[in-house]
């Protein structure tokens, strides 16, 4: 009898390209891994009709029927977790998510964000790459803990930031290399190599660097 694969529960708020890259990873098998079901805290998100073609359990969680974050992010985790996920997959899901969420899902609940962070957690984090004068951009995957963005990397990828870039040149080369550093992250935490507890996160049993695992080029 083989082991049943992890189940993936994927969450988005739009376009869902990470979510589409996932689902594909997951076809191609690269991941050991199955996509449970894909949730939207938006009825028009555009993700969610990809999903469907993928043959994809969707559900819509809509915010603005909830009086107040606590009472939403309850309604999420209990259809969340009639799916038993072994992670969940932060996929451009524009809600902030509270404590007690956050604390629910520890060591399963994985984020992209399109910076290096710790730079610019937050919002508008190309242009202000852009004004700050940097000469490099990148997005990082990481843990979520009750820290907006700061929970500690699993991995992380950079772009040069070039002349004539603007915030949209520069989001569609960051979004690029999320697309490899995403399904990345996935399967090491999917293969049982990835983890983390209380001393932070840890690949084979060692420590990650800071910034997490450095996705070079040609890799992935
Ligand atoms: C990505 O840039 C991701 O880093 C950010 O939101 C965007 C989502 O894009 N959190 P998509 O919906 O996956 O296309």
């Known amino acids: 009898m083989t082991a049943p694969l992890p189940r993936l529960v994927i969450l988005i708020s739009g376009t869902g390209s990470n979510m589409a890259t996932l689902i594909d990873a997951v076809r191609s098998g690269a991941l050991g891994a199955e996509v449970a079901a894909v949730f939207s805290n938006r009825p028009d998100a555009r993700g969610l009709a990809t999903a469907r073609e993928a043959g994809i359990a969707t559900e819509v969680i809509d915010h603005r029927a909830f009086p107040d974050r606590e009472s939403f992010d309850r309604a999420l985790a209990g259809r969340i977790d009639a799916h038993t996920p072994d992670l969940v997959i932060l996929a451009g899901f524009m809600r902030i998510l509270t404590p007690g969420f956050v604390r629910h899902y520890r060591g399963r609940l994985m984020n992209i964000h399109p910076s290096l962070l710790p730079k610019y957690p937050g919002l508008n984090t190309h242009q202000r790459?852009?004004?700050?004068?940097?000469?490099?951009?990148?997005?990082?995957?990481?843990?979520?803990?009750?820290?907006?963005?700061?929970?500690?990397?699993?991995?992380?990828?950079?772009?040069?930031?070039?002349?004539?870039?603007?915030?949209?040149?520069?989001?569609?080369?960051?979004?690029?290399?999320?697309?490899?550093?995403?399904?990345?992250a996935v399967r090491l935490f999917c293969s049982g190599r990835l983890r983390m507890d209380d001393r932070g996160v840890s690949l084979d049993g060692e420590p990650l660097p800071p910034g997490g695992l450095l996705l070079t080029a040609g890799q992935g």
């Open 129 to 184: 790459a852009i004004d700050a004068g940097d000469d490099e951009a990148g997005a990082t995957v990481h843990f979520v803990t009750e820290e907006l963005d700061g929970g500690p990397a699993i991995v992380q990828g950079r772009v040069p930031i070039v002349d004539g870039d603007t915030a949209e040149s520069l989001a569609t080369r960051v979004l690029a290399l999320e697309h490899r550093l995403y399904p990345e």
